[in-house]
């Protein structure tokens, strides 16, 4: 994840001059997606780069129907309101991921359970007609699959979700072993999205004795969570998990908190919405810090040099130092701030799963090997293009999307 891929001209660095507040000898590196509108163009009719060798990724977790209703306005109690948009599509955190990973040119396996209903039946459907590999499911001949009414309000430009799990849930027991031996061969990468944790941490669990790295969404504080997270390499977390999880005051010290009672992770990332995302690397290549600085002042600093016209994602780094939070410690590393596409209003039509998006993209990042400072704008890139229609899915680009050409 340190070094630079050979197609980085995608994001041109340019070093910037130190803030007065900032340590003389600190140097700031921005990069930024202004130019890509050109470069796209020329990309767009050129045949793309080779996949990535390595592109197995094993998922386990949520997977459901969403059915979708978009509303004028979310209704008050005792209303009856008609919807101006509707639509039925698979749904669920890891079904979202591994689709946007499949669009993206990965080969996405997936490990989650549904029954054998008319529901059931077109998760697997539809999974498998966008290249996600639905043939470690397992199938409940009793029961009901998992399903979501989801309730997007078009004035707040926010969604409503209403779950209803599936039965029964699975258990660790329907997995053989040979199942999950063939499930992993080959993987590059296994992702978790914190759902079947029982199951989730037998996956892991043998992962981790592969040497197969893992990346684990934390969006909210679950049962068993903090058993994958032990095992995690990666974490992707929403923007209330960190504080939530460490108690600490803000996110970056929260951050600096989870490196720190997790040895295991490389990075951590907090998703922030329209607001980007902010990501903690710990330095692993065992060079010295040439400073000390409090993580607080640092993201200041970083968002100060935030281009502001800027309308597609860029990212913002800094360079390794120790970095420190009141009261919790100190951790060496690089801090990153990343900005969301400026989507004009008239274009966003449904959020939902545009964290999902991120990940998936994030798996490919991974995959590819891509640098975080072109891994943060992909992501950012390809969750921004999911908002863009209704459903977590019906947005979500393909590899050959035009709009995704500069990053190849």
Same mark, same amino acid.
């Given at each position: 994840?340190?070094?630079?891929?050979?197609?980085?001209?995608?994001?041109?660095?340019?070093?910037?001059?130190?803030?007065?507040?900032?340590?003389?000898?600190?140097?700031?590196?921005?990069?930024?997606?202004?130019?890509?509108?050109?470069?796209?163009?020329?990309?767009?009719?050129?045949?793309?780069?080779?996949?990535?060798?390595?592109?197995?990724?094993?998922?386990?977790?949520?997977?459901?129907?969403?059915?979708?209703?978009?509303?004028?306005?979310?209704?008050?109690?005792?209303?009856?309101?008609?919807?101006?948009?509707?639509?039925?599509?698979?749904?669920?955190?890891?079904?979202?991921?591994?689709?946007?990973?499949?669009?993206?040119?990965?080969?996405?396996?997936?490990?989650?359970?549904?029954?054998?209903?008319?529901?059931?039946?077109?998760?697997?459907?539809?999974?498998?007609?966008?290249?996600?590999?639905?043939?470690?499911?397992?199938?409940?001949?009793?029961?009901?699959?998992?399903?979501?009414?989801?309730?997007?309000?078009?004035?707040?430009?926010?969604?409503?979700?209403?779950?209803?799990?599936?039965?029964?849930?699975?258990?660790?027991?329907?997995?053989?072993?040979?199942?999950?031996?063939?499930?992993?061969?080959?993987?590059?990468?296994?992702?978790?999205?914190?759902?079947?944790?029982?199951?989730?941490?037998?996956?892991?669990?043998?992962?981790?004795?592969?040497?197969?790295?893992?990346?684990?969404?934390?969006?909210?504080?679950?049962?068993?969570?903090?058993?994958?997270?032990?095992?995690?390499? #990666? !974490? &992707? *977390?929403?923007?209330?998990? @960190?504080?939530?999880?460490?108690?600490?005051? +803000?996110?970056?010290? %929260? /951050?600096?908190?989870?490196?720190?009672?997790?040895?295991?992770?490389?990075?951590?990332?907090?998703?922030?919405?329209?607001?980007?995302?902010?990501?903690?690397?710990?330095?692993?290549?065992?060079?010295?810090?040439?400073?000390?600085?409090?993580?607080?002042?640092?993201?200041?600093?970083?968002?100060?040099?935030?281009?502001?016209?800027?309308?597609?994602?860029?990212?913002?780094?800094?360079?390794?130092?120790?970095?420190?939070?009141?009261?919790?410690?100190?951790?060496?590393?690089?801090?990153?701030?990343?900005?969301?596409?400026?989507?004009?209003?008239?274009?966003?039509?449904?959020?939902?799963?545009?964290?999902?998006?991120?990940?998936?993209?994030?798996? #490919? !990042? &991974? *995959?590819?090997?891509?640098? @975080?400072?072109?891994?943060?704008?992909?992501? +950012?890139?390809?969750? %921004? /293009?999911?908002?863009?229609?209704?459903?977590?899915?019906?947005?979500?680009?393909?590899?050959?999307?035009?709009?995704?050409?500069?990053?190849?």
């Amino acid at each position: 994840m340190l070094t630079l891929s050979p197609f980085s001209n995608a994001t041109s660095p340019n070093l910037l001059s130190p803030h007065p507040l900032s340590f003389p000898s600190l140097q700031f590196t921005q990069l930024a997606g202004s130019h890509r509108r050109d470069f796209r163009a020329r990309m767009s009719s050129e045949s793309l780069p080779p996949l990535p060798e390595d592109r197995i990724v094993l998922g386990c977790g949520a997977v459901s129907v969403d059915f979708l209703a978009a509303v004028a306005s979310y209704p008050k109690p005792d209303d009856k309101i008609r919807s101006t948009s509707s639509k039925v599509q698979g749904g669920g955190n890891a079904g979202n991921s591994s689709t946007c990973a499949a669009r993206l040119g990965l080969n996405p396996r997936l490990i989650s359970k549904v029954a054998s209903d008319g529901q059931g039946k077109s998760i697997l459907n539809e999974l498998e007609s966008d290249g996600v590999d639905s043939s470690f499911f397992i199938v409940s001949e009793k029961g009901n699959s998992p399903f979501t009414y989801v309730i997007v309000d078009s004035q707040t430009k926010t969604r409503t979700c209403i779950h209803s799990p599936g039965h029964p849930p699975m258990t660790p027991n329907e997995l053989s072993q040979s199942s999950l031996a063939r499930a992993l061969d080959g993987a590059r990468i296994v992702y978790f999205d914190g759902r079947l944790h029982d199951t989730a941490l037998v996956i892991a669990e043998e992962a981790t004795r592969k040497k197969i790295p893992i990346l684990v969404e934390a969006e909210r504080i679950r049962e068993g969570l903090d058993d994958l997270l032990k095992l995690a390499t #990666y !974490a &992707i *977390c929403s923007a209330k998990f @960190p504080k939530a999880w460490t108690e600490a005051p +803000s996110i970056p010290s %929260a /951050l600096v908190s989870m490196l720190l009672r997790l040895p295991n992770l490389k990075f951590v990332i907090a998703t922030l919405g329209e607001d980007g995302c902010i990501m903690l690397e710990r330095n692993v290549n065992g060079s010295p810090d040439s400073e000390e600085m409090d993580v607080e002042v640092l993201l200041e600093l970083l968002k100060q040099r935030k281009d502001d016209s800027a309308v597609l994602p860029t990212c913002i780094s800094s360079p390794v130092i120790q970095l420190t939070a009141k009261g919790i410690g100190a951790v060496s590393g690089r801090l990153f701030v990343g900005t969301a596409e400026k989507i004009p209003p008239s274009e966003i039509v449904d959020t939902t799963g545009a964290g999902d998006a991120f990940i998936g993209a994030s798996l #490919y !990042a &991974i *995959c590819a090997d891509m640098p @975080p400072e072109k891994m943060i704008p992909f992501a +950012s890139q390809v969750a %921004a /293009l999911g908002c863009r229609a209704l459903g977590a899915r019906t947005g979500l680009p393909h590899r050959t999307d035009p709009r995704l050409a500069s990053f190849f």
